[in-house]
């Protein structure tokens, strides 16, 4: 079967998988699938063997998984060149901080683009964990943004309300605050009870009137070390939602970088402070 390099510009994963197997390998896939299943039919009427139809299905399955590995992997780095960062089709997310990533099991990072925005390192990646077992078992999927700075940042949260509480990152030692009404209405911000001077620093009315805007709507924020981190549920598999995620970690850097710059030092020592108390 050919290769990608000749398929145009994707905008919507989904779509370039169909696209992809179509008009690329358009008979070389449904070919020898259409000849599997009638090797499939022969052989069930002849000696009511069934192998010819699990043949073409596994064909089917195989063709499609590779067509969107393809398409995804051909998708993001397209948008790591375009954004100037580098592209990892794998990676590990052992260095990751956050409630996210301390859940379920085999975690997995994938599709990683990595830069350095305004002298901030970040990260933009798909994310995954398992949950359950058997029939119970479930795999979460989610795209991250993570941002790094020189310093410690306050210890929060930041939630969208939501009657699925499978993504609210909150820690059990963070205490919920009230920010204002309005925002209070769409968001849940919770906090390490010893910096709650410092969230409140963050949120000026300027910062609310940007996190309640519409294309902000669904994500979730967890400041936490030097890190901070913007979580939607799902892929970004569209050109729209990825960069909807690069835009909200633009934003951030941009938003709330030089008041994060003007806390490490007011952090790092009630952080101190609160290790020698105990």
């Known amino acids: 079967m050919d290769d990608a390099q000749s398929f145009g510009t994707i905008h919507d994963v989904n779509v370039a998988v169909w696209r992809y ?34 043949a073409a299905a596994l064909w089917l399955v195989g063709g499609i998984a590779l067509a969107r590995m393809r398409m995804e992997e051909r998708f993001f780095r397209a948008l790591a060149r375009e954004l100037g960062f580098t592209y990892a089709q794998h990676g590990n997310a052992a260095d990751a901080a956050g409630n996210l990533f301390a859940r379920g099991r085999n975690r997995a990072a994938s599709h990683i683009l990595e830069g350095v925005y305004r002298g901030r390192p970040m990260r933009l990646f798909q994310y995954r964990y398992v949950v359950g077992h058997g029939k119970r078992k479930h795999t979460y999927y989610f795209a991250v943004s993570e941002i790094s ?30 920010i204002r009404a309005d925002f209070d209405d769409q968001f849940e911000v919770h906090v390490n009870e010893h910096l709650k001077i410092e969230a409140f620093e963050i949120f ?63 952090v790092a020592a009630m952080q101190a402070a609160t290790a020698r108390a105990r």
């Open 204 to 266: 000026t009315p300027e910062i609310i009137a940007e996190l309640l805007r519409p294309e902000r709507n669904g994500y979730s924020f967890e400041f936490i070390g030097n890190k901070l981190y913007a979580v939607k549920k799902g892929q970004t598999l569209d050109r729209a939602s990825f960069l909807a995620l690069a835009d909200t970690a633009r934003f951030l850097v941009d938003a709330l970088g030089p008041r994060l710059a003007r806390l490490h030092d007011d």
């Open 21 to 54: 197997i179509v008009d690329v390998w358009g008979w070389k896939f449904f070919g020898p699938a259409l000849g599997l299943f009638a090797l499939g039919v022969a052989a069930a009427a002849a000696f009511n063997a069934f192998w010819g139809f699990v």
């Open 149 to 178: 700075f020189d310093g410690l940042v306050p210890d929060m949260t930041v939630d969208p309300k939501s009657f699925l509480k499978d993504l609210d990152l909150e820690w059990p030692h963070q205490r919920r605050i009230s």
